[in-house]
């Protein structure tokens, strides 16, 4: 038999806050062991001829807080397990030993494994000293974080918060970086050090902004967060937009939403799609944003929809897309290797393949021409149906083939047109000649869409050159010649070089 293993917990800083159960419990344990000797009662249990050993060395000679507290776990284990039976062995953490202490969860984890008897005592955490000295009641809707992880995923302004470990300068600066993701730079936040230590306690009120200017930051520093519940606070929040569309689509909302079904709004989800598309073209992150919003608020109407008939709603519409990312990039989230882009885009096609296998579909079934969307637009789909016959070897040898078929096409469209062929065949053989050039764009690695909406932008840009400058003459596009537009053409091309 092994022996007892017992956490106890050190209180937030006042030695008067002990109990006497602990107390006596460390007065009668055979070892004494402690997570940091840099706590306020330390001096006190000094007095009362407690002697402890402490793991404040593994913090100096280990690189990261997962390691120190692994090797702590690891030293107690062994420490009881080659211990004689009967005795008793104790272990003293800061505060509560159930708050913020990683390796007391790892205790609780191992110890019936390794046969150890696990026995914790309470202890005053630091929440109770901050309920007390910043005077709110966790009632009202409370959360604490560790600084150590913060993401700002985490954060409900709406709630009081807390964020503990604020260790140093560093710390409280990316704790500051999260938090103004989501609150004012101005907002007021309350820095606690020591709370409730005679001698040693201090809390500074100061704007968010000036977080990590202060000094003083120890093992017994946390930061709070007053509850924000201000309609401002709520604006950055993804629940706040769903609770908007479904105010929006309720029968106290607005008309015209409440009367959108999928197919009235189907247009709209393809010219808000376009409209971002203008915003990357123009290199304008300002309309961009714009754009993705409204592009974003077509989706949420979709699967608000949905929603109301209870077939899903968005979080389920986000839970399958991030289950999807995770399963189709193994090389990321898994240990399959992909060391370029190539690799990974086939990683992709291979965990496409497995998830249709998972849901009793056989992909090896399909044709090779599979998963091109039905509705795309014509030149991208043609784009797209050569890159999937290409993977199976339906494809020409060379770049110099498929301009031969170019002009091949070109050649069928002219012969066609001074042939007097019908209208049909003619768009036929225009059709041919553009699905041709779209092959000679897969060959040059050009995406046939984007090279003909530069071609479109630079025609509209030398089309505004010439009526700028007819009307700089009096004249218009109109009254003028094609020579003269032709001239102006030519200018415009000159004017292009230059920059």
Known sequence: MSATLTVVGLGSGNPDRLTLGIIKKLKAASIVYVRTA??????????????????????????????????????????????????EMVYAVPGHPMVAESAVSLLRERCPQAGIKLDILGGESFLDEAFVRLGFDPIEGFQLLDASGIRSSQLQPELHTLI????????????????????????????????GVEGEEQIDRVPLYELDRLTGFGNLSLVYVPANREETARRRSFARLHEI???????EGCPWDREQTH???????????YEVLETIDEDDPDHMKEELGDLLLQIMLHAQMEEELGTFNVYDVIEGLNDKLIFRHPHVFGDTEAGNAEEALKNW???????????????????????????????????????????VGFDWDNVHDVLAKVREEADELQEAIENGASAEEQMLELGDLLFAAANAARFIDADPEEALTRTNRKFVSR???IEQQLRSQGATVQESSLEQMEALWQEAKKEERKL
């Open 38 to 87: 840099e706590h306020p009662v330390m001096a006190a249990l000094a007095e009362l001829g407690i002697v402890t050993q402490s793991f404040d060395s593994l913090y100096e000679s280990l690189s990261s807080f997962p390691e120190v507290y692994e090797a702590i776990t690891a030293k107690l284990i062994e420490e009881a397990g080659s211990a004689p039976s009967g005795t």
């Open 164 to 195: 503990g470990q604020v260790y140093d300068s560093f710390t409280a600066s990316e704790t500051k970086l999260c938090l103004m993701e989501l609150y004012p730079p101005e907002y007021e936040i309350i820095v606690g050090h020591a709370l």
């Open 245 to 251: 569309v479904d105010i929006l689509r309720s029968p």
């Open 263 to 273: 197919e009235s709004l189907r247009k709209n989800l393809i010219e808000e799609t």
């Open 349 to 391: 096609e291979g965990m496409k393949a497995e998830e249709k296998r998972r849901k009793g579909l056989k992909p090896e079934a399909d044709s090779a021409l599979s998963g091109v969307p039905r509705d795309l637009p014509a030149l991208m789909k043609a784009y797209k149906l050569q890159k999937k016959a290409s993977r």
């Open 463 to 465: 089309f505004h050159y």
